[in-house]
């Protein structure tokens, strides 16, 4: 009599009774793993059925518990970001400082005052607590922080521009990116957008002629992600606001500017080029100016406005800041952030400034040290040099020159889509026919894993 192959596949309870199959249990619960084992046994049967053969029960277990983590394991989890790109939205913007991940920590685990005035003994508001910093910092008169810059510039042009003609240069309707494109926020927010200029020029004349009765504000975007070379001219955010001073006639005319990534720091002193502060903006007279809390910040994702004191009262009491608001772990992880620069040390504490002030020759000496522990993995490696980008739609196309680690491979890509499949997953990218490996944005805890994720796959692709 034929051996029947479905005798040696064990039953789902024997199966789900293993002691090798406990500890999936106790991690991903008894109703989600039975639900795996079960679609894997009507598998391998469907494959019996077709002509395979019956896998071994160590095997089958094997396949379970590698499909329970591949189907149960939290999605969001954290990569090595070898690309060099210091504000990386896909990889998550900003990393944060000890301080601000502290300080999370501290009003997850512990109820707080989030909204609740302690000397008064009564109610209170979750927005004052980053504003006396924000305002300190800046100069503005005061502020409000919300979930993000699309948020914050969203409800400023529902509040300020709802049903009015809004100004602004041609060369500033931008998409950022995800979707954010300033022509479609302006009429999803009920704004009639007033396009002046060209793509290259715009002259303070072009806005003077566009100013009507109808206007609600003029609208400066900064260009984030490109940058406009060569016969060029722009108004200035001065400009705009002494012209809008200068109208003959009564007018209630706002002059907001969305800085993107709004640096609260030089980037002159980092060997960048001049990337417009906050501090400027406020200086210039903007009535309001918006930018992320996730980009230069670095500090959690939010959207912060500063301006004066009646708009942002103003801002407050719409409906829609309720919807928009922030959670208390983000108040206080932005609140650290900002308790760094107001000490003076947010250049040390940041990791987005740590990464952008790491000086050269510590990034050549973390290459050479890992192509030093690299050179028996069985791959061409090399340093080359590279430029790592500063990213987050600020300062585009420069670069801070930077050491990479170079792997010769005759399959980049394939190396590429094994380092992703690692544990912890490594992005990295490809220049020429390397695969390379930028030590700027590398951890230094994470090296010894990104050695040891390299040799790996180098051993398995040779
Ligand atoms: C990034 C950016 C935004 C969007 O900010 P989020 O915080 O991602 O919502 C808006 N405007 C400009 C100019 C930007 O650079």
């Not at 302690?118 to 919300?146: C, F, I, N, Q």
């Not at 509040?159 to 009429?187: C, H, M, N, Q, Y």
């Not at 030093?372 to 420069?398: C, F, H, K, Y």
């Not at 590429?416 to 490996?437: G, K, N």
Request: proline fraction near 6%.
């Amino acid at each position: 009599m034929p051996d029947n192959p479905y005798r040696h596949l064990p039953g789902l309870d024997a199966l789900l009774a293993r002691p090798d199959i406990l500890p999936l249990i106790n991690e991903f619960g008894r109703e989600p793993v039975r639900d795996e084992a079960r679609a894997l046994l009507d598998a391998i049967r469907a494959d019996i059925r077709a002509g395979g053969s019956a896998p071994s029960e160590d095997e089958i277990v094997v396949r379970l518990q590698d499909l329970t983590r591949a189907h149960l394991a939290p999605s969001l989890t954290p990569v090595i970001n070898a690309t060099g790109v210091i504000v990386h939205t896909n990889l998550g913007r900003a990393l944060l400082s000890d301080a601000a991940q502290q300080a999370m920590m501290a009003v997850a685990r512990s109820y707080s005052n989030l909204e609740y005035d302690l000397p008064a003994g009564k109610r209170g508001s979750r927005y004052v607590h980053a504003e006396d910093m924000l305002t300190r910092l800046t100069g503005a008169e005061a502020a409000l922080v919300v979930n993000n810059n699309a948020a914050a510039v969203n409800l400023v042009l529902r509040t300020l521009a709802a049903g009015k003609e809004v100004i602004i240069s041609r060369s500033e309707l931008v998409e950022i990116g995800g979707g954010f494109r300033i022509p479609d926020i302006l009429a999803q927010s009920g704004a009639i957008l007033v396009e002046v200029g060209t793509t290259n020029r715009t002259r303070l004349a072009d806005y003077e002629n566009a100013v009507t009765e109808r206007t609600g504000l003029l609208l400066k975007v900064h260009q984030s992600n490109y940058r406009i070379i060569g016969f060029t001219a722009e108004a200035t955010l001065a400009e705009l606001v002494q012209m809008v001073q200068d109208i003959p006639w009564p007018a209630s005319i706002h002059v907001v500017n969305d800085l993107g990534s709004g640096t609260l720091l030089d980037t002159r002193a980092y060997g960048l080029a001049y990337e417009p502060t906050v501090q400027d903006s406020i200086n210039a007279g903007a009535d309001v100016v918006t930018f992320s809390g996730d980009k230069l910040l670095g500090g959690p994702q939010a959207g912060i406005i500063l301006g004066r004191k009646e708009i942002i009262d103003e801002l407050k009491r719409q409906p829609l800041t309720r919807a928009y608001r922030v959670d208390k772990t983000t108040l206080a992880a932005l609140q650290a952030t900002l308790m760094a620069y107001l000490r003076g040390t947010a250049a040390e504490e940041i990791p987005v400034w740590r990464m952008i002030s790491a000086p050269a020759e510590e990034l050549e000496r973390r290459a050479r040290a890992w192509a030093n522990a690299l050179a028996d993995a069985g791959a061409r490696i090399e340093l080359l040099p590279g430029g790592s980008a500063v990213g987050g739609g600020s300062l585009p196309g420069q670069t801070l020159p930077t050491t990479l680690l170079a792997v010769g491979c005759p399959h980049p890509q394939r190396l590429l889509t094994a380092l992703r499949a690692c544990s912890p997953p490594v992005i990295a990218r490809v220049q020429e026919d390397w695969v390379v490996f930028d030590p700027r944005t590398i951890l230094p805890a994470q090296e010894k894993i990104l050695l040891k994720a390299i040799r790996d796959v180098l051993a398995i692709l040779q």
